[in-house]
Each structure stands twice: as C-alpha cells, then as structure tokens.
C-alpha cells in the first residue's frame, strides 16, 4: 500500500490496474473501504493484531459518526454536541482555553463553526473579555439548535469530476490587526452533484499591507489544497481531474487572468507561481464570483455569506 500526498495517514491499494481500497488511520482506530479481495487483507490485518471486529454501513470513527445511505454518506457528532455546557458565569481565561479546545473538535463535522473556533484561539489574556463568553454561549445555542445539520457525500460522477477552490480574506480585522484567511474545496460533477473535501479558516501567518495581499495568500493556499487533492485523485482514478479556483477579489481576478501589474513587491513570487499554474493548465479555470455567492465567506466572517 502507498500513502496520498495530501495526508500521509491516508492509504490506497491499487491491483490489475484498478483502485482497490482505500485505509485512513487515526491513532488507534481504521477507516476502510474496498472490494473483497481488500477487505479479505484487511481482516488478516485485525486478526493479527487483535483488533476489534469490523463495523459496517453506520459506525464511529474517532467519535466521528458516520451514516451510510443510497446516494451516499453523512457525517455528524450529534452526541458530542449534546454533551457541550454553556460557559458558567463568573469564568475566565483560563476556562475558555478548555472550552475553546472543545468547540474546536467540531471543525471536523461543522464547518459553520470554523471561523468562531479559530477566533477564540486567537483570545490571549490580556484580550479576554466577557463578550467572548457571551459569544461562546450563542455559538453552542445554535449548535444545539441545528444539531441536524451534517456534511453529506454525495456520489459523484468520475467522468466530469473537477475541484473547485473558493478564496476568502478579511485585511486587518483581527485584534491583533492580522488578516483572517479562508477557502473551500469541493469535489463536483457536471450532475450538480458537489460535497466539502476540505476547508479552512485561519490567521495570516504572514504580513499583509493590503487587501490584496491577504487575497493572495488565501487564494495561494487554496490553490496548493486543490493541487494536492487534484494530484491524488488522478493518481487513485487513473483519470485528468482539472481544478477550478474563484475568488471574490477583483483585482486579484484582473492581476492573475488579464496580467495587470501590482505595485506589491512581496506579492510577485506568488502571483507569478499562480500565474504559471493558469498557463500551463495547473488550474484549469479561474472565475470572479461576487462575495454573497462566496461560500467561502462563511469560513471567514461570522454569518456573513448565505451560498
């Protein structure tokens, strides 16, 4: 079996020219999937090593739960989420640290919650005040509210499959004046069939002195996601899977697919590496959407993009 680029805890298995089986591992517990000839390894695998007996259709994977259906699969932590507390009264920084950590573990299943959890990550001592609480205490009310809100994974249609990179960025909105990043990638077919691969939402690591260049950095980061993803999947299917990447930045659209010149010195390296990668096909379209239809937005900025 060989590891996938994209994550090295993620195994496939390919025989007589055909994918045979794919295995994901999270410290103790497996996650597999394949024919019978894979799933005939996999059980001399547990017996060896004296392994629980296999769960099938509907199971847990690492307290994640995962439903099987028809035209696909959903994934939720229902459990876990009735089992979150409001912050008690009276709290302070060093509760919402194990408060916050606890909020986090839902970014597996909830991507609605990504950009809340990330802020309180960036809440210090000295920039802990009682809104935090209050802020806290709402986002576990709507968990609770809508605990039957899950990802599904759908089945998508291998001939017209593609990836798809949506690129968000907030300049300067943090406390500490850094940018927040976000992007999406979904796999989709020509079927308008779609469902998350991945998505994130994070501080800037770097220095940004612009608009753009907060744009910038999403919109690279994204596309090294979507790269990565595109590499193994073609390297699973044995089939071209093109990769498509939106942003709602104007000026990052114009700078890449119309050559316009930026003043940013710092941006270069990066508009050039995106440039290179829309010339020779790397991505293989790129479109300027408007921010409500962003489905990024929502990863970046709380309850700002209704997609």
């Not at 990550?121 to 009682?130: A, G, M, W």
């Not at 590499?231 to 939106?246: K, N, Q």
Request: one cysteine or more; hydrophobic letters at 40%; glycine letters at 4%.
């Amino acid at each position: 079996m060989k590891t996938i680029a994209i994550d090295m805890s993620m195994l496939f298995r390919r025989a007589r020219g055909q994918l045979t089986g794919l295995l994901a591992s999270y410290v103790d517990d497996a996650l597999a999937c394949g024919d019978s000839s894979f799933s005939q390894l996999t059980d001399e695998t547990r017996k060896r090593f004296e392994g629980k007996s296999h769960e099938y259709d509907n199971m847990r994977f690492s307290d994640i739960y995962i439903d099987l259906s028809d035209n696909g699969f959903n994934i939720h932590e229902h459990p876990y989420i009735d089992r979150l507390n409001p912050f008690p009264s009276g709290t302070n920084f060093v509760l919402l640290r194990l408060y916050r950590a606890q909020l986090s573990w839902l970014l597996h299943s909830r991507p609605d919650v990504c950009v809340v959890a990330t802020k309180f990550t960036q809440v210090s001592v000295k920039s802990f005040y009682i809104s935090h609480v209050k802020q806290y205490n709402a986002t576990v009310h709507n968990l609770q509210c809508t605990r039957h809100l899950s990802p599904r994974m759908c089945k998508i249609d291998h001939e017209s499959l593609h990836a798809r990179a949506y690129t968000a960025a907030l300049f300067s909105t943090n406390h500490d004046h850094s940018s927040q990043l976000g992007y999406i990638v979904l796999l989709a077919s020509k079927l308008h069939n779609a469902f998350v691969l991945h998505y994130a939402s994070y501080k800037s690591r770097r220095v940004g002195r612009s608009v753009l260049v907060a744009e910038t950095h999403a919109f690279a980061d994204a596309f090294d996601f979507a790269y990565f993803a595109k590499t193994d999947l073609e390297m699973l299917l044995d089939r071209r899977v093109p990769p498509s990447a939106f942003t709602a930045s104007k000026s990052l659209f114009d700078v890449i697919k119309k050559c316009s010149n930026t003043q940013e010195s710092r941006l270069m390296i990066d508009v050039q590496a995106v440039r290179d990668a829309y010339a020779v096909y790397d991505i293989s379209n790129m479109g300027f959407i408007l921010g409500p239809n962003n489905p990024a937005e929502d990863v970046t900025e709380i309850g700002k993009c209704h997609a």
